[in-house]
């Protein structure tokens, strides 16, 4: 495997900043549709659970209700009584059977249905799918879900999207084991975006499904270019990481969007390492940096990992010599 370079915290605050270099970038990365404030949502205090749904169910719900504060329920409310749920494959999307990939659950925005896989079920499972109903809201033909935004022919956000739910899966269903289960790249990546956004806020933002004022706190840190080219980035990792060696497009895009991923990812870690300052920051730092490489070593083939990885060694450099001179950390 092809070592990416991990800067030490002692070195970086050593390093001698002579202006900013301009990095040329390889491949533009935009959303297919502007990106919208999130819907007004009357506020609710509360009403009763849905008791038609499966016992199952019913219990990951009460669970959901009181493991967050009211001011995160709100879209939860407006969904749960009106919740439908069924294991009807046939709703699971065609893209994802095309794929190969056995879906175990889904959540259909639009309906406001869950569809499981009644062989395979757990709680976890539910829990994830459930997630997706607490933090959905529509308007007209679209819908807001989480840190995703789409309608029957695109989306996007889908990956970091996915990565934070099952990084609220893990956290409140199976005690933080964020190693384990479903989605473990986009979990990682999710998790480098809440280092620096906060836990509290972060998880505020996604149960309002506010996309867009999650990259309006992400521009304290990134400029507008950056924060679309990681999310749309991601969502092309999501889509694409399984069809690896398959075809030479395809590689391609998921080469250039690990580098604006893998480049956004080490910018949080450094951020958060030198506002905090403390050993686990430092850790979190190094750790997080060995897996940004490991990762690209598992999604690419090995000439497309050896090209991002040096394009990288020369980013990351250059990231650290830019937050040190302009004190972005200390926003």
Excluded at 3 to 27: C, D, F, Q, Y
Excluded at 251 to 279: G, Q, T
Excluded at 316 to 321: I, L, P, Q, R, S
Aim: glycine share 6%.
């Amino acid at each position: 495997m092809y070592n990416i370079l991990v800067v030490a915290t002692a070195s970086m605050i050593a390093l001698a900043i002579k202006g900013r270099m301009e990095i040329k970038r390889e491949m533009n990365l935009k959303s297919p549709f502007v990106i919208e404030d999130t819907p007004y949502q009357e506020k609710i205090n509360g009403i009763g659970l849905n008791v038609n749904l499966p016992p199952m169910v019913r219990n990951v719900t009460s669970k959901i209700e009181r493991s967050f504060s009211k001011d995160k329920l709100n879209t939860f409310y407006h969904n749960v009584h009106t919740l439908r749920v069924t294991d009807d494959v046939k709703k699971l999307s065609v893209a994802e059977r095309r794929k190969g990939i056995r879906l175990m659950g889904v959540y259909l925005p639009m309906e406001n249905a869950i569809s499981i896989d009644e062989t395979c079920v757990n709680e976890k499972i539910v829990a994830h799918e459930l997630l997706h109903m607490s933090s959905c809201k529509r308007r007209r033909n679209k819908y807001f879900q989480g840190f995703c935004q789409g309608n029957k022919n695109n989306n996007v956000g889908d990956g970091l999207n996915e990565g934070y739910t099952e990084v609220l899966t893990r956290r409140y269903f199976d005690n933080g084991n964020f190693s384990k289960g479903a989605y473990t790249t986009e979990q990682f990546f999710a998790l480098c975006v809440e280092k620096l956004v906060g836990r509290d806020k972060m998880e505020k933002y996604y149960f309002d499904a506010d996309l867009k004022g999650l990259m309006r706190e992400l521009q304290n840190y990134y400029s507008d270019r950056e924060i679309e080219s990681f999310i749309v980035g991601l969502d092309n990792i999501f889509n694409y990481k399984s069809t690896r060696n398959k075809e030479l497009r395809v590689e391609e895009i998921v080469r250039n969007s690990y580098v604006e991923v893998a480049s956004f990812a080490h910018k949080a870690l450094l951020i958060n390492s030198l506002n905090n300052r403390d050993n686990k920051a430092v850790r979190d730092y190094q750790n997080g940096t060995r897996l940004i490489a490991k990762i690209g070593d598992n999604i690419l083939s090995e000439a497309s990992f050896q090209s991002a990885a040096n394009e990288l060694n020369k980013r990351f450099t250059d990231e650290a010599n830019e937050i040190l001179r302009s004190k972005v950390y200390r926003r």
